[in-house]
């Protein structure tokens, strides 16, 4: 899938994080969820969700949705990459 905007993040040479857009429609692990269910998606799906300094975070998916601002970007990570944030 093609993004118009995007944000790439390297570290130590390798990508660790991608920031987009979410379009209307994403495909996670082969299911269509509509971005505006997304964060429930998320909750329902990843048992070490939680929601902290503006994001819904779903680790073991590797997903963080912005909630704080407008709920349009999602930042797909590697894993163990916002672990941290708690």
């Given at each position: 899938?093609?993004?118009?905007?995007?944000?790439?993040?390297?570290?130590?040479?390798?990508?660790?994080?991608?920031?987009?857009?979410?379009?209307?429609?994403?495909?996670?692990?082969?299911?269509?969820?509509?971005?505006?269910?997304?964060?429930?998606?998320?909750?329902?799906?990843?048992?070490?969700?939680?929601?902290?300094?503006?994001?819904?975070?779903?680790p073991s998916l590797?997903?963080?949705?912005?909630?704080?601002?407008?709920?349009?970007?999602?930042?797909?990570?590697?894993?163990?990459?916002?672990?941290?944030?708690?």
């Amino acid at each position: 899938m093609v993004f118009a905007e995007a944000i790439y993040r390297f570290s130590a040479g390798k990508l660790v994080e991608v920031s987009f857009r979410v379009p209307p429609v994403i495909s996670i692990d082969g299911q269509s969820v509509e971005a505006r269910s997304l964060v429930a998606f998320l909750k329902h799906h990843d048992a070490g969700f939680r929601e902290i300094h503006g994001f819904a975070i779903a680790p073991s998916l590797g997903l963080a949705v912005d909630t704080e601002h407008d709920e349009r970007w999602v930042t797909a990570f590697t894993s163990g990459r916002w672990d941290h944030i708690k």
